[in-house]
């Protein structure tokens, strides 16, 4: 079985000034996963990297969680256009 690390959700939000609320906003949102066990609240570390680009775009850019969850949205696509882009470019090398 597989152990994922899980960061408690409260020293995260402490360390990097956020309120408790907006965490659960993001994961409600579903920007975010957050585990909850014991009545406790915890961050795969799987999602540290993507809650702190959040923050970024959040703190530092002033954009809603609406907003950021459209940025996603097209990172997503974009990165799946790259691939498959990749994908095309290692066929057309086969035939030349």
């Known amino acids: ?3 994922h690390i899980l960061i408690p959700a409260e020293n995260f939000c402490t360390s990097h000034e956020i309120a ?3 965490l659960e906003d993001l994961n409600n949102f579903g920007l975010v996963t957050v585990v909850t ?6 961050i795969p570390e799987t999602e540290v990297q ?3 680009r959040i923050l970024v775009f959040n703190q530092e ?15 997503e696509r ?4 790259q691939h498959h882009l ?3 470019e ?6 030349q």
């Open 1 to 3: 079985m597989e152990k």
């Open 20 to 22: 408790l609320t907006f």
């Open 37 to 42: 066990k014991e009545n406790t609240l915890f």
């Open 50 to 52: 993507k809650l702190e």
């Open 61 to 75: 850019l002033d954009i809603n969680l609406p907003g950021i969850e459209t940025i996603f949205h097209l990172l």
């Open 78 to 81: 974009l990165e799946k256009l």
């Open 86 to 88: 990749s994908e095309l």
């Open 90 to 95: 290692n066929q057309l090398k086969r035939f």
